[in-house]
């Protein structure tokens, strides 16, 4: 497995959504690198994109437990285009989810996009993979499927 430096650079931009406690990060770095090698990995178009949408997905099971199942219900049900679009339903978004909307990162022709720019199929193309790997992933998966 090789991670991209363009991977490093959005992780360290929405680091604040990931958390801060060595076995968070350490969590956090080894689902990514499970979920990277899967062979049920789904990408379409630029793979920076999947895997930024994978990384910001994670950051919310990871860094706002409390907060993932709305924010990946919101994800998975809305028929809106992007991230930020389907996040502008959610009363009270937590300011680290905010922040992370923010972060760039960049495609391979050198345009820089907001993360808030990724497309709602981008993040529902491997949301489930994301929950499956992640601690609280059968209880989200039940949460946001009712």
Do not use: W
Request: charged content about 25%.
């Amino acid at each position: 497995l090789t991670i991209l430096p363009e991977e490093i650079n959005f992780m360290k931009a929405v680091s604040q959504l990931i958390g801060d406690s060595p076995r968070t990060i350490k969590r956090f770095t080894n689902i990514y690198r499970i979920i990277r090698t899967h062979t049920k990995l789904q990408i379409k178009g630029e793979p920076i994109e999947t895997y930024c949408a994978i990384i910001l997905l994670l950051g919310i099971v990871t860094g706002l437990p409390d907060d993932s199942s709305k924010t990946f219900s919101l994800i998975k049900n809305s028929k809106k285009n992007t991230l930020e679009d389907i996040l502008s339903d959610y009363t009270n978004l937590p300011i680290d989810l905010k922040k992370a909307l923010q972060a760039k990162y960049k495609l391979n022709d050198g345009t820089e996009v907001e993360a808030g720019k990724l497309l709602a199929e981008k993040l529902k193309l491997n949301l489930e993979l994301v929950l499956r790997f992640s601690f609280r992933g059968y209880e989200l998966a039940e949460e946001i499927t009712q």
